[in-house]
């Protein structure tokens, strides 16, 4: 049986290809075959081939209370404990009046690199160019999207950069865009690809990516809370946690699985919500290297009176409009239970999970370890 044409058979008699080509019996393939608020036409157009569904777990963490305001958070993980730690954490930051988040500013970065630059000549004229023309260039990208106008976004700035491969000299512009309540990935590219058809023939060299930057850098949140010494378990807890985070802060190979349980929170409102973990993911790690050392994406310091000061931040481009979000039933459910209202909220709630995930995580291992906790929900399946 051959797999040609495969991407313009139905769902069901791709699954009958599969399972003839594979040998595995009907029922086992008919796992696929489950029903959901999603129509199999639906699912069809969402990514390609598609076979069917695979179902993962959507929970609800309690206790958060962010920026003085309640909330549930829905996530979809499929790794037991995360949404118990979660909660324990935000019950434990509520008795000192829960997480402050900051404000966000929701500017995203688009990329333009221009290649071929033959001389110290062509250089300057890119340069001067740009410097020159950047006004014009932001009112004719704003003109390509009046909504986002409408709603005070736009294209901000554009800024001018200089790397080198070996000799070779690459321009990149850095286009500066508030996406709103969008994640952005669509406004970005839109934009920088309609910059760069206008640059090609104003300037010298090859314009080659147009593309985003998921380092995120002018869109971070920043999340704090006080955990109580007595809740947490006492000061030596208190002090086994902080030397957790000397680990981390000092060994990147330690940073990375700190991080990591970091991601379990964010990943899981950003599955939950409709928004994409793999960017999320990425502006996370290159944002913990960006001093040149892979660093942990939270903080801690001992509080006067003992307790523990946990901070976090990091790049956090979700959105609660556009793409994916505006589309799948079950992220709408999830900004419903959320009641977020703006992708900034969103956000700063999202920071405060992860925190409150990595609090969770470094008390198990500065007490009881956590396999104890983890075999113990893992044993229920
Ligand atoms: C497991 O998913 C996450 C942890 O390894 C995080 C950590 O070690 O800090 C428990």
Redesign the pocket.
Known sequence: MSLSKFYKKSIKERRLIIQSLKDIPLSEMNLLNHESYIPNDKLDLMIENVLGYYPLPFGIATHFNVNKKEYLIPMVIE?PSVVAAASKSAKIAKIHGGFSSGPIQPLMIGQIQICNIDSKEERNEIFEYIHKNKDNLICFLNKQDPVLIEHNGGVKDIQIREITNNDQLFIILHVIVDVRDAMGANIINTMVERLADKLRPEIPGRINLRIISNLAIHRVAKSRAIFDKDALGGKEIVKNILDAYFFALNDPFRAA??N??IM?GIDAVAIATGNDFRALEAGAHAFASFSGQYLPLTRYFLHPEGHLIGEIELPLAMGTIGGMISKHPGAQLSLKIMDINSAEELCQVTAAVGLAQ?LA??R??ADEG?QKGHMKLHKRI
Do not use: D, Q, V, Y
Request: glycine share 8%.
């Open positions: 790794e699985t700190h990591k349980g379990n990595n995580a470094l198990a291992l956590i």
